[in-house]
Nanobody, 112 residues
């Protein structure tokens, strides 16, 4: 059974960048659609981006052009490159496939 571990979050200034990693064990990520999600304080969890098995990417409208999701098959890892960060991007970020449970996530805090 595939297990995912998120990492790479931290404190970043407005306009800055951070790259999140989603490392998998137990199965190949390339066999599943992989999504990034986020949950801001006091808000519901929302979908951010997806990398499909066919290599297609999809993004939440508010992050399109700023975030890039990618996959490294050799490292069995999916990344979320986040640029031009805004305070409203502050959240705990999670990665998930249709067959995994929610993990611990990684906190991203964007300071003004």
């Amino acid at each position: 059974q595939v297990q995912l571990v998120e990492s790479g979050g931290g404190l970043v200034q407005v306009g800055g960048s951070v790259r999140l990693s989603c490392a998998a064990s137990g199965s190949r990520l390339s066999n599943n659609d992989v999504g990034w999600y986020r949950q801001a304080p006091g808000k519901q969890r929302e979908w951010v981006a997806t990398f499909t098995t066919g290599g297609t990417t999809n993004y939440l409208y508010s992050v399109k052009g700023r975030f890039t999701i990618s996959r490294d098959n050799a490292k069995n890892t999916v990344y979320l490159q986040m640029n031009s960060l805004k305070p409203e991007d502050t959240a705990v970020y999670y990665c998930k496939t249709p067959f995994t449970l929610w993990g611990q996530g990684t906190q991203v805090t964007v300071s003004a």
